[in-house]
C-alpha cells in the first residue's frame, strides 16, 4: 500500500465555533469549497488544529460527512481518527470508510504515559482492526506520547501503516526517519506537520506535509513545493522564509488559536479575536496578508 502524489500537500483545517461551541458546518462547507479549488492535494478535517479533543465522536462524524459531502472525490480525504484507545478509534475508521475517506491519521492515545511497547501494541490494534484501510502514524509529542525510532522501525513492518506525520520540528528526527525509510520501506510516506520547517523537510526527504498554511494559504505552500521539485532550492527557501512572521503571529496565542484567526483573516467565519491579544494579532495578520500576500 502507498500514498501516491495525490496525497502530498495535505490541507490540514481549522474548526469554526459558534459562541456556544457548536461547529458552523455551513463554514465548514464553504471553507471545504474552497479547498477544493486551491493548490492543496488532500484534506485533513477535524486534527489537532480542527479542535477534535472539544468535540464528541457525533460531532466529529458530522463535520468528517459534511467535508466529505462537498469534497465529491475531487481531493483525496484523511480523517483525524485520534481518540483515547484503539477501540474509539477504529468507531472512527468504520464511519469514514464508508463516507469514502482514502486514509486515517492516528496518534498515540493521550492523557496517560505509555510505554513504547504499549504504543507499538495500540498501532498494531488500530491496523489488523482497519483491514485494508491506510494507517498514518502521527508523532505530536507535546500532546500525547511520542513514537520513538526504535518504535517506528518495528511499526515499518504493518502493510498499512503508510506514513507518518511528524510534528515534533525536530529535523534531527525527521533527517533519520527518512533515512530509515529510504532504506527500510521506500514507498512510506514520512510528512512535517510544521510549515515552519517545510522547505529543510523536503531536503530531508520529506514525501510531503499536513499543515495548517496548506488550507489558509495554499498558493504559497504549492509554489514552496514547485520550487524545490525544480531544483530551485534559492526560491523554495525564500518563499518558507516569507511565511515565517505569519506564523510566528499565529504562534504567539495559544494554539489553534493564532492559526483560526489567520483563516478568519481569509474569510472563514470564527468566534476568536474577542480578546486584546487576539485582536492584535488578528490585525497584524491582516496586515501581513494585505501587505504580501
Known amino acids: 500500500m502507498k500514498l501516491t502524489k495525490d496525497f502530498r500537500m495535505v490541507a490540514v483545517t481549522v474548526t469554526p465555533f459558534d459562541s456556544n461551541e457548536n461547529a458552523i458546518i455551513d463554514e465548514i462547507k464553504k471553507q471545504t469549497e474552497e479547498i477544493c479549488n486551491s493548490e492543496a492535494d488532500a484534506i485533513l478535517p477535524v486534527a489537532s488544529t480542527g479542535d477534535y479533543v472539544k468535540m464528541d465522536l457525533d460531532e466529529r462524524l458530522a463535520i468528517f460527512s459534511a467535508v466529505a459531502e462537498i469534497n465529491r472525490g475531487r481531493k483525496k480525504l484523511i480523517a483525524s481518527a485520534c481518540d483515547t484507545s484503539a477501540t474509539r478509534v477504529l468507531k472512527t475508521i468504520s464511519a469514514v470508510k464508508k463516507m469514502g475517506y482514502d486514509a486515517c491519521l492516528v496518534c498515540p492515545p493521550y492523557y496517560y504515559p505509555l510505554s513504547q511497547d504499549a504504543v507499538y501494541d495500540f498501532f498494531k490494534t488500530v491496523c489488523d ?165
Request: aromatic letters at 10%; one cysteine or more; proline letters at 5%.
Open 129 to 293: 482492526g482497519a483491514g485494508d484501510f491506510a494507517v498514518i502514524g502521527y508523532h505530536v509529542p507535546f500532546f500525547t506520547t511520542g513514537i520513538d525510532i526504535s518504535t517506528f522501525e518495528k511499526l515499518l513492518d504493518i502493510p498499512n501503516f503508510v506514513g507518518m506525520k511528524d510534528s515534533s520540528a525536530v529535523m534531527k528526527r525527521i533527517a533519520h526517519l527518512c533515512e530509515i525509510v529510504s532504506q527500510r520501506r521506500p514507498d512510506f510516506a514520512v510528512y512535517t506537520g510544521t510549515d515552519d520547517c517545510l522547505f529543510p523537510a523536503l531536503c530531508a526527504g520529506c514525501f510531503g506535509s499536513m499543515t495548517a498554511l496548506a488550507a489558509t494559504m495554499p498558493a504559497q505552500i504549492r509554489a514552496i513545493y514547485n520550487a524545490f521539485d525544480n531544483r530551485d532550492i534559492d526560491t523554495a527557501m525564500k518563499i518558507n522564509q516569507s511565511i515565517l512572521p505569519i506564523i510566528r503571529q499565529c504562534d504567539s496565542l495559544t494554539f489553534p488559536i493564532g492559526y483560526k484567526l489567520l483563516a478568519k483573516a481569509k474569510g472563514l467565519e470564527t468566534c476568536e479575536g474577542k480578546t486584546p491579544a487576539e485582536e492584535a494579532v488578528f490585525e497584524n495578520i491582516k496586515a501581513m496578508l494585505k501587505e504580501g500576500f
